[in-house]
């Protein structure tokens, strides 16, 4: 490896001033601020809302040219979509910022704008169509969140002393993590109080708003203003005008800045994976593993918080060996979740209670009653063939002995995912699997590898699927910060700080526009082969990146971003 990006003797954010350590404590606070947003917002309470709404006057959803709109297609384009103009205007802006010196104007005008939309959250219901009304002002928040997040980025190198890069960033994702998650479990006591009312949702994706607002407030009065050379007041069509040609220019000279090219691509490839890797988490592991919604929330809980000291470990790990090896460490650490994801399997069914569908005999009425029965999506189509062709028998509360032998006799139908047990009475201890169950696991080779640690580890040591999906999240949280902070800190490290703003621009750009890569690699191979061959690309893209990142020589990139701060605007 050319270079470790590890610098002698650096210092320690006590031997700053007070002015100093205030102004960087007042920018680690808006991570505190706005992860609320991609945690309560995005992650965990919004999605599950939207869908409710939507199924609600919809149903099924919309069917244009044979594609089915479903909540959850329409909700993914949606992010997509505001993904995808962050992207396409963030290097504008960068470059317009860093030319009028307003980083931090352009910052809190995003800011307002998400914290706003937040805000308006609150309102759905008293609108003519909620569905459309929360997934409107959703994708504004979603904007501004991405928006702001762009300058906020641009500003860490003005605020922090080049070998406190590392430790400032990796506090601001920390200070992040324990925002966030603190404030997701207030909303989720909140909401089990109130028994998950539409009012209680409301008013914990509104507070999202106040609460981002309230704590960005402190990042935006204390956090200065970067000064440039010279600040040219012109008409903000010219701006863009001038922006554009900037642009091009930027584009063509990019070639100067090699490094800081290298590790952009390696960043791209690696950071798409693993941003991949978190936003099919869930889906992954409700059909995969089968695991229950509460297992969901809290793992995101867990991710959280173990992401605090996670993100302090790895700033004191790129203390002592260097950023570049610190982060190479992070992103194989993601290498080897993604692999050991691929291997997770639920365990197999050996007694009553592990079975989807529980049938227990009622002697007074010599019938059998439903205890326990999974929830079927009004989406998924092979959900929707086995709920019509049982609709008799769903639709029950009991069934007789007849009905119930028939019902068995489903389980072998093409397709079919589900588990019914039997107990006491007439059919007691009477089983039935479908050849799709997730526990059986001989659909390709890749099913050797869950085959072999379920044999070897989760059976022998009784770790169930929900388990698994748990020590996932622990394992996530432990890298998740390292990967990013370090990430932003290197790129921070080789750019110009003259032109922060543009920079973090491109960086913005770069990662968003690609950032569809990975979810439609995804989504293609888990469609046409299995979830489990998705993951495992996912993990090839993430070790691709990984080797990209050795060929990086951050010396030699921080060299030219100084060589080029001092010849073009004389900064030092």
Not at 64 to 75: C, E
Not at 185 to 193: D, G, K, N, P, R
Not at 278 to 289: E, H, N, P, S, T
Request: glycine share 6%; aromatic share 16%; proline share 3%.
């Amino acid at each position: 490896m050319a270079s470790v990006f590890k610098r002698k003797n650096p210092s320690a954010l006590s031997a700053l001033s007070a002015i100093e350590k205030k102004i960087i404590r007042a920018w680690c606070m808006y991570d505190w601020a706005n992860s609320a947003f991609f945690t309560s917002v995005v992650s965990a309470i919004m999605p599950l809302y939207f869908v409710g709404l939507y199924k609600e006057e919809l149903g099924s959803g919309v069917v244009i040219f044979n594609f089915q709109f479903s909540a959850t297609v329409v909700w993914a384009l949606t992010g997509a979509l505001g993904t995808f103009l962050v992207a396409l205007s963030s290097p504008i802006f960068g470059i317009i910022a860093d030319r009028a010196g307003i980083k931090k104007k352009l910052m809190t005008i995003f800011c307002i704008t998400g914290c706003l939309s937040t805000l308006m959250l609150f309102f759905s219901a008293y609108s003519s169509s909620p569905w459309l009304f929360s997934l409107a002002f959703y994708f504004l928040g979603a904007i501004g969140a991405a928006g702001s997040n762009v300058f906020y980025n641009s500003l860490l190198p003005h605020i922090a002393p080049e070998d406190l890069l590392d430790d400032v960033s990796s506090r601001g994702y920390a200070y992040g993590y324990l925002g966030g998650g603190l404030l997701l479990f207030a909303h989720l006591v909140f909401l089990i109080f109130f028994e998950y009312s539409d009012l209680a949702i409301r008013s914990c994706l509104a507070s999202v708003g106040v609460w981002w607002f309230g704590w960005a407030l402190w990042t935006l009065i204390v956090v200065p203003e970067p000064k440039v050379a010279k600040v040219k007041k012109i008409g903000v069509k010219r701006s863009i005008i001038r922006a554009f040609n900037q642009l091009k220019s930027t584009a063509r000279e990019f070639k100067q800045f090699k490094q800081l090219l290298i590790f952009l691509i390696a960043f791209v490839i690696f950071n798409d994976a693993i941003a991949t890797c978190l936003g099919i988490a869930g889906a992954f592991g409700l059909d995969v593993l089968r695991i229950s919604q509460e297992t969901t929330i809290l793992t995101i809980l867990i991710v959280q918080f173990v992401a605090f000291p996670g993100s302090i470990f790895f700033s004191n790990l790129a203390k002592k060996i260097g950023t570049l090896k610190a982060l190479s460490i992070a992103v194989i650490g993601w290498g080897i979740i993604s692999i050991l994801a691929v291997g997770f399997a639920p365990l197999s069914l050996n007694k009553h209670t592990d079975y989807d569908y529980q049938l227990s005999y009622v002697s007074d009425l010599n019938m059998y009653s439903f205890d326990v029965d999974p929830t079927l999506s009004e989406t998924n189509k092979v959900e929707i063939r086995w709920a019509e062709i049982n609709s008799d028998y769903l639709s029950s509360a009991t069934l007789s002995i007849s009905d119930s032998n028939n019902f068995a006799d489903n389980f072998s139908e093409p397709n079919c995912k589900y588990s019914i047990s039997f107990d006491n009475g007439p059919l007691n201890e009477l089983t039935k699997i479908c050849d799709s169950h997730p526990t059986f696991l001989n659909e390709n080779f890749v099913d050797n590898w869950p085959k072999f640690l379920r044999f070897i580890l989760w059976s022998p040591l009784n770790i169930s699927q929900d388990v698994q999906f748990l020590l996932m999240g622990v394992l996530v949280g432990l890298v998740m910060g390292g990967a990013q902070a370090l990430g932003r800190s290197l790129f921070a490290y080789m750019s110009p700080k003259s032109r922060s703003g543009e920079f973090f621009g491109f960086f913005s750009f770069s990662w968003r526009s690609v950032s569809v890569i990975g979810p439609v690699s995804y989504a293609l191979l888990a469609g046409f082969t299995t979830p489990r061959i998705g993951i495992l690309f996912l993990a090839f893209q993430i070790f691709l990146g990984l080797f990209i990142l050795k060929f990086v020589n951050v010396d030699e990139g921080r060299k030219v971003a100084i060589e080029h701060d001092k010849a073009i605007y004389k900064i030092k």
